[in-house]
């Protein structure tokens, strides 16, 4: 970026360098945002963006609650409003967490504008430049955007299929100070693997020890399709948890709500930080959402969520089974959107990706998940959330011909 560029009106060139902050040589555009623009590509079967099912995405309930909310309550929807959050939808968030065991208050909890702005509001309240975080590898590309910005520096611990590699955490934790521990603990983004609870037991037990916090970001929590709940790391760490959750994989991600909880500094510190970003997140949209989830809608609404990506699943891990050459590997996701491909010798997912794109099938490559941007080639992420199933079958299908195509090549 030393150039000069001549500006939009023509008429004054500017010194880039000079005219931005220098952590803007840090922001990059993430790969998901640009595999979304692919999508309208006509007949391209795209495997890749986070997407919960278009056809679950509850419009009807929407419309009513918008003229419920509109009729009762029209001036206060449309006013400004508290950053803390719409006062009834902190109360539904903090008894759905005190069911999971959060004994958490008013003061513990944050509304935010999803929880891609948690994770900024995050970065800004705890990182100076050059501060460590230590995430899994690979790890959500979001978050290494949102830290990425605040010139954070990232450590890795690899993942198997009981999720962080808790047991290499120590050696990591011994060597350098650092700041919190980043983990996805449910139905990781992008490796699909869940965190056992010993280890989930080891990894607070660790952070104790070394006075670290932890960042629990629980995305995909109530998405599970197989198997039983596992506590959540907020509830065997409450101190120096901070827990971050959404509603964009369960009612909207296009009403871009969210929620914090955390120690009362903590949130305190992040009500700042966040009045400074954007006052308050939508009230109109806060109200309409809890419209909807006091009405009891969302129960119900999260069983059909569920039964239809283990459906989906199921049926991605079939076609599988059934068309990628031999030597591909892959996880077995117990909940949320998405699975990990491990790729043989001689396959390598960007070159991958463009053979996957002359096929009309879309997926994430590995190296965006990976803070080094390097790491990751022998890897790609697949999600299976949005796709019907016969669309899935065909894309994987696609997908196996190109992995063939380039193994042959490779020979
Ligand atoms: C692990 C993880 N964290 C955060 C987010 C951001 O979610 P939101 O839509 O609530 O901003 C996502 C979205 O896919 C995610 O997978």
Redesign the pocket.
């Known amino acids: 970026m030393n150039d000069s560029v001549v500006n939009w009106d023509g008429k004054v060139s500017t010194d880039w360098d000079k005219a931005l902050a220098k952590r803007t040589q840090r922001m990059t555009s993430s790969i998901i945002r640009e595999t979304l623009k692919m999508m309208s590509t006509p007949g391209l079967i795209s495997l890749g963006g986070?997407m919960p099912a278009p056809e679950l995405l509850p419009v009807r309930e929407f419309q009513e609650a918008s003229h419920y909310v509109l009729e009762h309550d029209g001036p206060q929807a449309l006013q400004y409003s508290v950053t803390e959050g719409y006062p009834p939808l902190k109360q539904y968030l903090l008894a759905k967490m005190q069911k999971y065991g959060v004994p958490a208050e008013e003061k513990n909890i944050l509304i935010v504008?999803?929880?891609?702005?948690?994770?900024s509001l995050v970065g800004k309240v705890f990182l100076n430049p050059g501060d460590t975080v230590l995430t899994d590898c690979p790890t959500?590309l979001?978050?290494i955007q949102a830290w990425n910005s605040y010139e954070a520096r990232f450590v890795t611990v690899p993942l198997d299929d009981d999720g962080t590699r808790v047991d290499l955490l120590e050696d990591v934790l011994k060597r350098e100070p650092v700041k919190f521990i980043y983990c996805?603990p449910n139905f990781?983004?992008p490796a699909g693997v869940t965190l056992s609870l010993e280890r989930r037991r080891k990894l607070v037990d660790l952070a104790a020890r070394y006075g670290v916090f932890i960042v629990e970001?629980d995305?995909?929590g109530e998405l599970r399709f197989v198997g039983e709940d596992i506590t959540p790391v907020v509830v065997l760490h409450k101190e120096n948890t901070v827990y971050?959750?959404?509603?964009?994989?369960t009612l909207s991600?296009g009403i871009?709500?969210?929620w914090i909880v955390a120690p009362a500094k903590v949130i305190g510190k992040l009500v700042q930080a966040k009045q400074a970003a954007d006052l308050h997140t939508s009230v109109f949209v806060q109200m309409i959402a809890n419209d909807i989830c006091q009405r009891g809608f969302l129960r119900q609404h999260i069983k059909r969520i569920r039964d239809t990506y283990r459906e989906r699943c199921a049926v991605m891990l079939s076609a599988m089974e059934k068309y990628f050459p031999s030597g591909v590997k892959w996880t077995r996701p117990q909940g949320g959107?998405f699975l990990w491909v491990m790729l043989p010798e001689g396959i390598n997912s960007m070159e991958l990706l463009k053979a996957g794109l002359e096929e009309k099938v879309a997926f994430i490559p590995g190296t965006a998940f990976y803070p080094d941007g390097v790491s990751g080639q022998d890897a790609l992420r697949l999600t299976f959330s949005t796709a019907k199933p016969e669309m899935i079958e065909e894309g994987i299908k696609r997908l196996g011909k190109a992995m063939k195509k380039q193994l042959a090549e490779a020979r």
Not at 113 to 119: C, D, E, K, R, V
Not at 244 to 249: A, C, G, P, V
Request: aromatic content about 10%; proline content about 7%.
């Open positions: 986070g504008n999803g929880s891609q702005q948690a994770l959500y979001g978050a996805l990781h983004n970001d995305p995909y971050l959750s959404t509603f964009s994989k991600p871009r709500l969210g959107l």
